[in-house]
C-alpha cells in the first residue's frame, strides 16, 4: 500500500510551531497533560482500577458469605507473611528508578534513563520471579485454585495483579530498546512518561492486594 | 531547524496533501479517518440490527400461535440469547460509537479523534469480536443461557460444550472494544474541542457521547470481572459461582447489573442527546434549560450506578437494601422528567416543523414516557414480583430501548445522512417508514403489557391454547413484522438516496453546531481553519461561519504545518499545544486479527492457536508504537 511515511527515527521538530493565528506559537510537542497520551493513560488506568476492584469486592462478597469464622476455610493455614513482604519491598522499591528514570529525560539525561529504567525492569522482574518460583509452588502444596473458593480468588487476584507485571515489563523493554537507540529527548519522551505512570500504578495496587490476599485473613 | 513549520509560507504542504488518504478498497482497512470509521461503524452496527431483528422475528414466529414447532426449544433458547446480546453489544452501543466517532469531532470543531489508530482499532475489535460471536453458529455451539446468562445454568455444571464459552470469551472481546472507543471520547470531547467552546458551550450531544463513556470506563470493567471469573470456573475447574465450593451463585448476578443497569443509560444517554440536538434544529429555538438537560444527562448517568439490585427483588435480598434501592429507582426518573419537560417547553416556545427526523422525536416522546411509566410501576417491590420475568418486562423495555433509542436513532440518521453522504433521504418515503414502524412497534410491543399480566413468562418456547394469549401474541407478532417492514424502508431510503437523493448542500436543515459549517460530505482535515466559537449555537450566532473559512483574522488556525491538530485546555478550551497525528497504518487491523485468532484458539482450548493469534496481536503493537513520523501518539 502506497503509504508514505517522513522516516526520521530522531525528532528535529522544533518545539514550537505556528498555528496560522497572528502571532501565535505553541508547543509543537506535549508530554503531560497538554498532551493527549497523558489523558488517555489515565483513563487507561481509571479502567483498570475498576477491574482490580471489582476483583477484590468479589473477594470479601464471598468472605462475608463465608461467614466469620470459614476465613480461610478449615484445614488451610492463614498465609505465610514473610516472603510476600520481601516480595513488596521490592516491587514497591522498582517504582524509584523508573521515577528517576522519567525525571532525568526532562532533564535530558540518556544516561539516567537508560539507568533507570534498566534497574525498575530488574527489580519487577524480580519480583514476578520470586511469585512465580518460590510463592506459587509453596502455597499449591497447601490449596490450589481448584480447591474451593478462597484457592480460587487468592491466584485470581494476584494472578491478574502479576499479569500486569508481566505486561508492565514488556513495555519496559519496548521503552528501553527505544532509549538505547536515542529516541527521547528533553521534549519527546510521552512513552516514558506514560510507562511511569503505569508502573506506578501496578506498584500502587499491589498495596491493596497485599492487604486484601496476604494480610485481612490474618485479622 | 532542520523541518521548516512555517504556516504562512506558500511552501507548506496543502491540507489535501498532509490529510489525503490512500484511496480505493484497500484503504478502507488502513483507514484513520474518524468519518470513514464512524462510517464503517454504522453500517456494520446495522447490519447486527438486521441479524438480531431476523433472530426476533423468528421467535415472534414461532409464538405467533400456541404449541407450533417452527424450531426447536433448543434453537428459541439460542435465538433469544443472540437476539439479546446483539442487540446490547453489537448494535446499540456501537450504533452510538459510530454517530460520534462521526460527529463528535466535526461537533467540537475537530479535525480528528484524540487516537486515530485507537479508533481503527476500536472498529476492527468490534467487528472481529461480533464475527467471534457468530460463528458460533457455524459450529453449532450458539450461547443458549439468555443475555444475562444466570448461573448456575451457565455454569460447567448445567451447560457442558462450549456454547456459554462464546458467551464469556465474546463478551471479555467486545469490551475491549468499547472501552477503547470510550476512552477515546473522553480525550477527545476533553482536549480537542476548537478554541471559545468552553465546558458550557459544549453541544448537548456531545455531553450525551461523555456520559455514555464515562459510564463504559467505570461499568464495564465488572462485566470483564464476571466473564473472566466465568471462564476460568468453566474452563479451568476455579470456583467462584457454584455454593458446594465456598462460591455463591449470587455473585454473578451482582457482577452483571452493576454493569447491566448502568448500560442502559450508556445507550440512553447519547440517544436523548441525538433528540436535544435536533429540536432546536426543527423548532427553530434554542434549547430551554441547556444546563439542566446537562446536569440530568450526568445525574441519569450517576445514580445509574446505585440500583442496580432493583433486576434482583426476586432473589431474597435483605429487605432494608431492597427499600433503599426501590427509593432511589423512584428518583431516576427524575433527570429523566426534567429533560422532558425541557424539550416539550422548547416545543411549545418554537414552531416545530414536522421533516422526518421531527417525527421520530416526537414518535420517541411518546413511547418513551409509556416505557419510563411503566419502569417506575417496577420500583414498586410488590409489583415487581407479580411481574417478574413475565412478558410484562418484555414490554417494559422494548419501550425504553426501541422507543429511548432506535426512534432517536432513526430521526438521527435522516437528520445527519445528508451530512455524511452528500444527499438528502427521501422524505415521502421516510415518513412511510416512520408511520409503519410506529404502528408496527406499538401493534408488537403494546399486547405485551397484556400478555405479562395474563402471566405470560418471558423466554417461553410455546404456550397452551385456552390461557387468554392466543390472541395478544398473534397481534404481536403481527406488529413485529410491521416493525421490520419500517425499517426496512429506511434501509431502502439509505441505498436509494445514494444515487437519487436530493444534492444537501452544506446546511439542509439549518443547524445550530458545527458540522454545519462544512461541506458534506466534510473534507479529510473537517475544517480549511480550525474555528474559534462564541456561543452555544456557533452557526446561529456567527453567520460567517457558514461562509467558509473562518479567516485567521477572526480567528480561525490554519494549522498548515503538517498532519496537525489542536489540543486545548479542559475547562475554557483555549489553545495549549500543537499535535501531530498520525497517518492511514494497517496495525490496528492486523492485531484485531491476531485477537480472533487468539479467542478462537481459547474457546476450543487450541493453545498453539491461540498462541499464534498473540504473537499476531504483538506483532501489530510493535508495528504500532514504533515512532515512524512525528505522531506523539501513544
Ligand atoms: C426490532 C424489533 C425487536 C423485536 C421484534 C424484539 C423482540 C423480542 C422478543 C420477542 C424477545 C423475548 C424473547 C423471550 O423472552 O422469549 C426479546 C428479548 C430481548 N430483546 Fe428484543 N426485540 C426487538 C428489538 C430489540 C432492541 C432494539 C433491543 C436492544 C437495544 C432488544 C433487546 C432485547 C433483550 C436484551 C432481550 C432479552 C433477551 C433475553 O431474555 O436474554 N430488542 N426481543
Ligand atoms: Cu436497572
Redesign the interface.
Known amino acids: ?3 508514505t ?5 530522531v ?4 518545539p514550537l ?6 502571532g ?1 506559537l ?6 503531560g497533560p ?4 497523558f ?3 489515565l ?2 488506568i ?3 482500577a ?2 482490580f ?3 477484590i469486592a ?1 473477594y470479601f ?2 468472605r462475608f ?2 461467614g466469620p469464622h ?1 476465613w480461610p ?1 478449615a484445614g488451610i493455614a492463614p498465609p505465610e507473611l514473610t516472603l510476600p513482604l520481601i516480595m513488596t519491598a521490592i516491587l514497591w522499591s522498582s517504582s524509584i528508578p523508573v521515577h528517576l528514570a522519567d525525571h532525568a529525560i526532562r532533564r535530558g539525561s540518556q544516561r539516567g534513563l537508560r539507568l533507570g529504567l534498566l534497574g525498575g525492569f530488574l527489580l519487577g522482574a524480580t519480583f514476578l520471579g520470586l511469585q512465580l518460583i518460590v510463592e506459587y509452588p509453596k502455597t499449591l502444596d497447601l490449596f490450589t ?9 487468592f ?2 487476584l494476584t494472578g491478574f495483579h502479576g499479569f500486569h507485571v508481566l505486561v508492565g515489563l514488556a513495555i519496559s523493554v ?1 521503552v528501553q530498546i ?1 532509549a538505547w537507540q536515542g ?1 527521547f529527548d528533553r521534549h ?1 519522551h ?2 516514558v512518561r ?1 510507562f511511569a505512570m503505569y508502573w506506578h500504578f501496578v506498584d500502587a495496587v499491589w498495596a491493596l492486594i497485599l492487604c486484601t490476599v496476604y494480610l485481612s485473613p490474618r485479622l | ?3 521548516v ?4 509560507s506558500s511552501s507548506s504542504p496543502s491540507l489535501e496533501e498532509m490529510w489525503g488518504e ?1 484511496q480505493g478498497l ?2 478502507w482497512l ?1 483507514t484513520v479517518d474518524h468519518k470513514r470509521i464512524g462510517m464503517k461503524y454504522l453500517v456494520t452496527a446495522m447490519v447486527f440490527l438486521v441479524a438480531g431483528g431476523v433472530e426476533s422475528l423468528i421467535m415472534r414466529a414461532q409464538l405467533a400461535q400456541p404449541n407450533l414447532h417452527l424450531i426447536s426449544p433448543e434453537v428459541y433458547n439460542q435465538l433469544f440469547t443472540m437476539h439479546g446480546v446483539t442487540m446490547m453489544f453489537l448494535f446499540a452501543t456501537p450504533v452510538l460509537s459510530g454517530f460520534g466517532n462521526y460527529l463528535v469531532p466535526l461537533m467540537i470543531g475537530a479535525r480528528d479523534m ?2 486515530p489508530r ?1 479508533n481503527a482499532f476500536g472498529y476492527w475489535v468490534f467487528l472481529a469480536s461480533g464475527i467471534f460471536l457468530y460463528s458460533a453458529f457455524l459450529t453449532g455451539h450458539v450461547p443458549d443461557a439468555g443475555w444475562f446468562n444466570y448461573v448456575p445454568l451457565s455454569g460447567p455444571r448445567f451447560a457442558p460444550g462450549i456454547n456459554i464459552d462464546f458467551y464469556a470469551l465474546g463478551l471479555i472481546f467486545v469490551a475491549i472494544s468499547t ?1 477503547a472507543g ?3 471520547f ?2 477527545t470531547i ?3 474541542r476548537a478554541p471559545g467552546m468552553s465546558i458550557n458551550r459544549i453541544p448537548i450531544f456531545v455531553w450525551g457521547e461523555l456520559a455514555m463513556s464515562f459510564s463504559i ?2 461499568a ?3 462485566l ?3 466473564c473472566v ?1 466465568l471462564e ?2 468453566r474452563k ?5 459461582f457454584d455454593a458446594g ?4 451463585p449470587l ?1 454473578w448476578q ?2 452483571f447489573w ?1 454493569f447491566g443497569h448502568p448500560e442502559v443509560y450508556i445507550i440512553i444517554l447519547p440517544a436523548l442527546g441525538m433528540v436535544s440536538a435536533l429540536i432546536p434544529t426543527f423548532t427553530g429555538r434554542r434549547m430551554v434549560g441547556y444546563i439542566w438537560i446537562v446536569i440530568a444527562e450526568m445525574a441519569t448517568a450517576l445514580i445509574g450506578f446505585g440500583v442496580w439490585t432493583h433486576h434482583m427483588f426476586t432473589t431474597g435480598l435483605p429487605q432494608v437494601a431492597i427499600s433503599f434501592v426501590a427509593l432511589s429507582s423512584f428518583f431516576i426518573a427524575i433527570p429523566s422528567g426534567v429533560q422532558i419537560f425541557a424539550w416539550i417547553a422548547t416545543l411549545i416556545a418554537g414552531r416545530p416543523r414536522l421533516k422526518t427526523p421531527m417525527l421520530f422525536v416526537l414518535g420517541f416522546l411518546l413511547v418513551f414516557v409509556i416505557g419510563g411509566l411503566s419502569g417506575v410501576m417496577f420500583a414498586a417491590v410488590p409489583f415487581d414480583q407479580q411481574v417478574h420475568d413475565s412478558y410484562f418486562v418484555i414490554a417494559h423495555f422494548h419501550y425504553v430501548m426501541v422507543g429511548g433509542l432506535l426512534f432517536p436513532l432513526f430521526g438521527a440518521l435522516y437528520y445527519w445522512l445528508p451530512k455524511m453522504t452528500g444527499r438528502m433521504m427521501g422524505e415521502g418515503l421516510g415518513k412511510w417508514s416512520f408511520w409503519t414502524m410506529f404502528a408496527g412497534f406499538n401493534v408488537c410491543f403494546f399486547p405485551m403489557h397484556v400478555m405479562g399480566i395474563l402471566g405470560q413468562p418471558r423466554r417461553t418456547y410455546t404456550y397452551q391454547a385456552g390461557l387468554g394469549w392466543t390472541g395478544p401474541n398473534l397481534i404481536s407478532t403481527i406488529g413485529a413484522f410491521l416493525l421490520g417492514l419500517g425499517i426496512a424502508l429506511t434501509f431502502w431510503n439509505w441505498v436509494w438516496s445514494r444515487w437519487h437523493g436530493a444534492p444537501a448542500g452544506n446546511d439542509p436543515w439549518g443547524g445550530d453546531t458545527l458540522e454545519w459549517a462544512t461541506t458534506s460530505p466534510p473534507p479529510e482535515y473537517n475544517f480549511e ?1 480550525i474555528p474559534t466559537v462564541a456561543s452555544l449555537e456557533p452557526t446561529w450566532d456567527q453567520p460567517n461561519l457558514r461562509d467558509g473559512a473562518q479567516p ?2 477572526a ?7 503538517g498532519h ?1 491538530t ?2 486545548t485546555s479542559l475547562l475554557d478550551g483555549t ?6 497525528m498520525p ?4 496495525a490496528p487491523v492486523i492485531a484485531s486479527l491476531g485477537l480472533l485468532v487468539g479467542f478462537w484458539g481459547v474457546v476450543f482450548g487450541a493453545w498453539l492457536l491461540a498462541g499464534v493469534g498473540a504473537t499476531v496481536f504483538a506483532g501489530g503493537m ?1 508495528d504500532w ?1 514504533w ?4 505522531t ?3
Open positions: 500500500m502506497a503509504i511515511h517522513a522516516t526520521s527515527d525528532p528535529e521538530v522544533d510551531v505556528p498555528t496560522g493565528a497572528p501565535e505553541l508547543p509543537g510537542y506535549a508530554s497538554d498532551s493527549f497520551g489523558w488517555g493513560m483513563g487507561l481509571t479502567t483498570e475498576l477491574l476492584s471489582s476483583l468479589s462478597y464471598l458469605r463465608a470459614h476455610p485454585p481448584r480447591t474451593n473458593a478462597y484457592g480460587s480468588l491466584f485470581t519496548f527505544r529516541a519527546r510521552l512513552m506514560n | 531547524m532542520a523541518t513549520h512555517d504556516a504562512t490512500p484497500g484503504s488502513s484524540a487516537f485507537l472501552t470510550a476512552i477515546n473522553i480525550v476533553l482536549k480537542m470506563v467505570f464495564l470493567p465488572t470483564t470481572v464476571a471469573l476460568l470456573e479451568f475447574g476455579f470456583h467462584f465450593h465456598g462460591g455463591d455473585l451482582h457482577l452493576i481553519t485567521p483574522e480567528g480561525g488556525r490554519p494549522l498548515l504545518g496537525l489542536l489540543s489553545p495549549r499545544a500543537v499535535v501531530f497517518h492511514a497504518t494497517l510493535i508504537f515512532p515512524r513520523h512525528q506523539q501518539e501513544t
